[in-house]
């Protein structure tokens, strides 16, 4: 009897490790189930994000929003936390892609300027629809446009980095890139900046600095490995900056994280760093950080770039992908954008109340400078850490 | 078949699902960790030079040198004060040290990213330290943010705690009459130390030691917040080469070598446990 038992148990162990292997079978039977519309019944759409939680939480908030008005459809946000996952996003969508699958589970997709350019790319604008104004009626208002394929993708909100200062100690912040340089000079220990590739803030910082020396504009969209020879002015200068930043323990010190040098300046240990608007804003609001804290823009700006939306041709759900697209530049939801994580809208701001967000009017979307240089980051960030971090 | 074998077979039957998940789930993806860290990025032949590259580049091999130093002064300064810990706990019964005795382990509770930040919060350059010298009219800056102070000093709220549990839990295998004993032909306690605690103990420091020093060698989270830029802690330096340059190649020969490093202090512990002293056999 005991034998026999053991046997039993054994077969049952294997078997349930043969089980395992067959679930991802399952999940595609899920995509077809979406598209069956009967009436009464609320057809799926899968919307796909990466951000920080600040994006998970807005969209959140979007979503269920829009799930209680809407009778046709119901959004279902799957989110993937940045910084591990980004890269996964444009991989995962390639791939779904190349493997020549239809009706997936990507019905709408959002994407930041960088990993836009990134997947037009890698599969090409015919991946995804080209967008029927005639089903975005909000989107008359919105004068904004993405750098790549505009007519593919729909912006809805636009982000940017800016200088954020301590107002106490700073009255008049600098207005150029050169007057920023001779006030890191002129004040040696008083500016940081986020180590990059740990943070946008400090990316976008860096970045600019480099290649504001390269003359030709469309470097800055350009992910040819060529532009690397001419890095080296740019970095130089960083080089240069190195003695007058923030030092702590009697060595300079990069922070990690957009959120290590926002600390810094909210500490009062900084009086100035490069800084996302929208972090600024929201926990200024939020009162984590003093009301001294103001921002500012300066000439050659950092970099901002519009967020937007796409419909892969993959996916199985376009018409609940418009709708959605739509309610995302509605009044309401705009307002939800810039109420909830400080985002810049894309619409008139006439209908949006804006108070505590004055600043994001001051911050003019088509004056943005696009980067992106796709794997050159990674290079870029690399020499970074070998030429820069390592000056001790 | 005789029936020994047979049940010799069915024994390894039984275990087969078990070994066939750990050999799928463990061993398979280190063997194509390390067969990843001989292939050459581009060409996916195979090559040193992943290796080559972690011993030759100077701030490789300072940021190899800064992670043993900080890790080793961790264990050091961990065994050191656990052991006194433990030797309080064990010989002096009073309600403070019972009181000590349950409270110790707290910190441990803590999750690791809170008390990081509580840690930073007091000991920033801005923090409380700096806020308190400055109501009496200085301002003391630390200087243990961004600098080894400061990760050695966190380590040890996670690993005095732990290390104490293990040396305590031998120290209580020790029998009073032992001590005693000693004690009535006369000996000093610091002779009782050396030669009747010290010796009956010493395998469970080993087993402390062995552990602290292979949870920090890997450590992520504090040299992550609290760290500086150069030299890196090897957790950081690896997280930097898959996930910022994506290298992968690379990433699998660093994680390789920390493991070589792992084992050796490995070794160590498992030869103390096998060598039987003379008074043990």
């Known amino acids: 009897m005991k034998r026999f038992l053991a046997t039993v148990l054994a077969l049952v162990m294997a078997l349930s490790l043969a089980a395992c292997g067959s679930k991802s079978a399952g999940s595609s039977s899920a995509a077809s189930g979406s598209a069956a519309a009967s009436s009464g019944e609320k057809t799926t759409v899968n919307l796909w994000a990466t951000g920080s939680d600040n994006v998970r939480e807005i969209y959140e908030t979007l979503t269920s929003n829009f799930n209680k008005t809407s009778d046709q459809y119901e959004v279902k946000l799957n989110f993937m936390l940045s910084g591990t996952g980004t890269q996964t996003m444009v991989d995962m969508l390639s791939a779904a892609y190349k493997a020549k699958q239809t009706n997936t589970e990507y019905d709408l997709v959002d994407f930041s300027g960088d990993d836009w350019s990134k997947i037009v790319s890698l599969i090409g604008q015919d991946a995804f629809t080209k967008l029927d104004t005639s089903k975005l009626p909000n989107a008359s208002?919105?004068?904004?446009?993405?750098?790549?394929?505009?007519?593919?993708?729909?912006?809805?909100?636009?982000?940017?980095?800016?200088?954020?200062?301590?107002?106490?100690?700073?009255?008049?912040?600098?207005?150029?890139?050169?007057?920023?340089?001779?006030?890191i000079k002129a004040n040696p220990g008083r500016f940081a900046y986020n180590t990059p590739g740990t943070g946008g803030a400090g990316d976008s910082f860096v970045r600019t600095t480099v290649y504001n020396f390269i003359s030709d504009e469309s470097a800055m969209v350009s992910d040819d490995t060529k532009w690397e020879a001419q890095w080296d002015q740019g970095?130089?200068?960083?080089?240069?900056?190195?003695?007058?930043?923030?030092?702590?323990?009697?060595?300079?010190?990069?922070?990690?994280?957009?959120?290590?040098?926002?600390?810094?300046?909210?500490?009062?240990?900084?009086?100035?760093?490069?800084?996302?608007?929208?972090?600024v804003l929201s926990q200024r609001n939020a009162g984590t950080i003093p009301d001294t804290i103001k921002v500012t823009s300066i000439t050659p700006s950092f970099t901002g770039a519009v967020q937007s939306l796409s419909i892969p041709s993959f996916g199985s759900n376009s018409e609940g992908a418009y709708a959605f697209m739509n309610y995302m530049l509605s009044d309401e939801a705009q307002d939800t954008l810039v109420k909830q994580m400080a985002a810049i809208p894309l619409v008139s701001t006439a209908n949006i109340d804006m108070t505590g967000y004055e600043d994001l009017k001051s911050l003019d979307v088509s004056k943005f400078r696009i980067l992106s240089i796709g794997d050159l980051s990674n290079d870029f960030n690399e020499r970074w850490d070998n030429e820069i971090s390592t000056l001790g | 078949m005789s029936k020994e074998k047979k049940r010799m077979a069915f024994g390894y039957l039984l275990v087969m699902p078990a070994f066939l998940v750990v050999m799928l789930v463990v061993a398979w993806p280190i063997l194509t960790a390390v067969k990843q860290s001989f292939t050459d990025s581009e060409t996916g032949g195979f090559t040193w030079d992943n290796y080559k590259y972690f011993f030759t580049d100077p701030y490789q091999l300072k940021n190899l040198v800064f992670t043993l130093f900080v890790v080793l002064m961790t264990v050091a300064i961990a065994i050191v004060v656990a052991y006194l810990l433990a030797l309080y706990l064990r010989f002096v019964k009073s309600p403070i040290s019972r009181a000590i005795g349950n409270l110790y382990l707290i910190p441990r509770f803590v999750p690791s990213l809170v008390a990081v930040y509580a840690m930073i919060t007091v000991i920033r350059d801005s923090g409380l330290v700096n806020r308190i010298s400055q109501s009496f009219g200085g301002d003391l800056k630390l200087g243990m943010m961004y600098h080894a102070g400061g990760m050695i000093t966190m380590n040890l709220w996670f690993n005095i705690p732990f290390a104490?549990?293990?040396?305590?839990?031998?120290?209580?295998?020790?029998?009073?009459?032992?001590?005693?004993?000693?004690?009535?032909?006369?000996?000093?306690?610091?002779?009782?130390?050396?030669?009747?605690?010290?010796?009956?103990?010493?395998?469970?420091?080993?087993?402390?030691?062995?552990?602290?020093?292979?949870?920090?060698?890997?450590?992520?989270?504090?040299?992550?917040?609290?760290?500086?830029?150069?030299?890196?802690?090897?957790?950081?330096a690896l997280f930097d080469q898959f996930n910022k340059y994506l290298r992968y190649e690379r990433a699998a020969a660093l994680?390789?070598?920390?493991?070589?490093?792992?084992?050796?202090?490995?070794?160590?512990?498992?030869?103390?446990?096998?060598?039987?002293?003379?008074?043990?056999?």
């Open chain 2, 164 to 236: 104490a549990l293990m040396i305590t839990a031998g120290l209580e295998t020790i029998p009073d009459s032992v001590i005693e004993g000693a004690r009535d032909v006369g000996a000093s306690k610091w002779k009782v130390f050396t030669s009747m605690i010290l010796p009956l103990s010493y395998k469970d420091v080993v087993v402390a030691a062995t552990f602290v020093f292979m949870s920090n060698v890997g450590a992520f989270t504090t040299p992550y917040l609290m760290g500086g830029n150069s030299p890196k802690m090897l957790g950081i």
């Open chain 1, 141 to 183: 208002s919105v004068t904004a446009k993405c750098a790549v394929s505009p007519e593919y993708s729909q912006p809805y909100r636009g982000t940017t980095v800016i200088l954020a200062y301590n107002s106490a100690k700073v009255a008049t912040p600098p207005t150029t890139m050169d007057e920023l340089i001779s006030w």
């Open chain 1, 235 to 279: 970095f130089k200068l960083l080089a240069e900056l190195h003695p007058y930043m923030y030092k702590s323990g009697g060595s300079v010190v990069y922070p990690n994280k957009n959120q290590g040098a926002l600390d810094l300046l909210s500490q009062g240990e900084i009086d100035m760093c490069p800084m996302w608007a929208d972090m």
């Open chain 2, 255 to 281: 994680s390789v070598i920390m493991f070589l490093i792992c084992s050796i202090s490995a070794a160590v512990y498992i030869y103390t446990n096998l060598k039987d002293k003379d008074w043990e056999k």
